[in-house]
């Protein structure tokens, strides 16, 4: 860390060339124990039986938090720019088993 002319440290933060094209996901299953979250994050390819897990986030309850709260903060700021995201109106089910874990998305 390094510290600004205001003495409040700032992160510099670097996305290695391999990370930053990203991985697209169109499901995240979530688990939870005790001390950790899981999440996967799956992309899910039409009339194919099986998905990929594309990449596996663990984390601590608090980190799990603070990321919950700064989706949401990011879709509101999304909503009040672009507008409403539209929910479709059936909530989708999948027997999803990672594992032995169950998820939600």
Do not use: C, W
């Not at 205001?6 to 939870?32: D, F, M, Q, R």
């Not at 009339?47 to 596996?56: E, I, M």
């Not at 109106?89 to 874990?101: M, R, S, T």
């Amino acid at each position: 860390m390094q510290e600004e002319k205001n003495n409040k440290p700032t992160l510099s933060i670097e996305v290695p060339e391999t990370v930053l094209e990203g991985v697209y996901s169109n499901l995240a299953v979530i688990a939870h124990s005790s001390s950790e979250f899981v999440i996967d994050f799956v992309r899910i390819v039409p009339n194919a039986a099986k998905a990929k897990v594309k990449s596996r986030i663990i984390m601590n309850p608090e980190h799990a938090k603070r990321l919950m709260h700064a989706l949401s903060e990011n879709v509101a700021a999304y909503e009040r720019q672009f507008g409403e995201i539209k929910m479709p109106e059936q909530k989708i089910q999948l027997p999803l088993h990672f594992d032995g874990l169950k998820g939600e998305a």
